[in-house]
């Protein structure tokens, strides 16, 4: 049997909500590896998850002064800033930096939109849902900053045209998307 790796470990703490543990284990894994970009990202996912926010950026930011072309990395700290601390500015160029390492990452497009728009930056929350939904027509989220933010610009056809493409999936993917 091939032993675990510590990345399969701290991805079972994740999927097991164990942040506590996750902690622990990411606490060990730095001390032991203390230039292992992923020890100072899990230990950043546990921190996050915790609540404790500004020890969760640092952990981010030193994950990523050891691997700055760790997409997930990026992602993380851009939602750490938007959802919890309340610094958006920072939290989109955070987000643009990971689109720039994964271009192809429907999910990070479908965030960016909904950070947009959340910030009344329609225009640009319409053109990045678009581009989530050329790599997955299919994608819940996408369809739905779409259609709110065609919705804040008036634009009743677009608005139609979200509701059409809402109808046709299959409601599998509105569960998915609801959590």
């Not at 497009?109 to 728009?117: E, H, I, Y």
């Not at 109808?167 to 993917?173: G, L, N, T, Y």
Request: glycine residues 6%; charged residues 25%.
């Amino acid at each position: 049997m091939v032993p675990k790796t510590r990345i399969q470990t701290a991805r079972e703490f994740c999927a097991a909500n164990a942040w506590t543990e996750l902690l622990a284990f990411a606490d060990g894994w730095r001390a032991e590896s203390p230039a292992e970009a992923k020890a100072s990202f899990y230990r950043g996912a546990a921190l996050a998850a915790l609540g404790r926010y500004l020890e969760a950026e640092v952990m981010y930011r030193e994950a990523l002064d050891k691997d700055p072309r760790d997409f997930k990395a990026w992602h993380n700290l851009a939602g750490i800033l938007f959802e919890s601390m309340s610094r958006p500015v920072d939290a989109i160029c955070c987000m643009e930096q990971a689109m720039k390492l994964e271009p192809h990452n429907k999910l990070g497009w479908a965030n960016l939109a909904s950070m947009l728009g959340q910030l009344g930056r329609h225009e640009k929350a319409l053109e990045f849902a678009n581009r989530a939904l050329a790599l997955d027509p299919q994608m819940v989220e996408a369809h739905l900053h779409k259609g709110a933010a065609a919705k804040a610009l008036g634009k009743t056809e677009i608005v139609k045209e979200v509701s059409e493409a809402l109808a046709s999936i299959e409601a599998v993917r509105f569960k998915r998307a609801g959590g």
